[in-house]
Nanobody, 120 residues
Framework: QVQLVESGGGLVQAGGSLRLSCAAS????????VGWYRQALGKQRDLVAQ???????YYVDSVEGRFTISRDNAKNTVYLQMNSLKPEDTAVYYC??????????????WGQGTQVTVSS
């Protein structure tokens, strides 16, 4: 019953902001890393940001300085703050985790995705 549930997507004008949330549940014993990915229509799914259990962050060049990944361990939630949004940011955004449930290791456990649409 492990779940990652994304929320916070929507329609926003270029230059605006959105904050995406990824809530984890289901008896997870540990999380090594959480990444945010996006997939535009007709394109591959790409990593855009990642945070490790130690708090180290990574951003793809195209979002560096505009997006911020963070976590709230008490809420089992990872966030993606997206500022200065551009139309090319339009995509379905997914979170994925490298996590452990008991003896089972999930190297890439995916959420269901949330749509982000940025209008020009």
């Amino acid at each position: 019953q492990v779940q990652l549930v994304e929320s916070g997507g929507g329609l926003v004008q270029a230059g605006g902001s959105l904050r995406l949330s990824c809530a984890a549940s289901g008896g997870i014993s540990s999380i090594n890393a959480v990444g945010w990915y996006r997939q535009a229509l007709g394109k591959q799914r790409d990593l855009v940001a990642q945070i490790t259990s130690g708090g180290t962050t990574y951003y793809v060049d195209s979002v560096e300085g505009r997006f911020t990944i963070s976590r709230d361990n008490a809420k089992n939630t990872v966030y993606l703050q997206m500022n200065s949004l551009k139309p090319e940011d339009t995509a379905v955004y997914y979170c994925a985790a490298d996590l452990q449930v008991g003896t089972v290791r999930y190297y890439n456990f995916w959420g269901q995705g949330t749509q982000v649409t940025v209008s020009s």
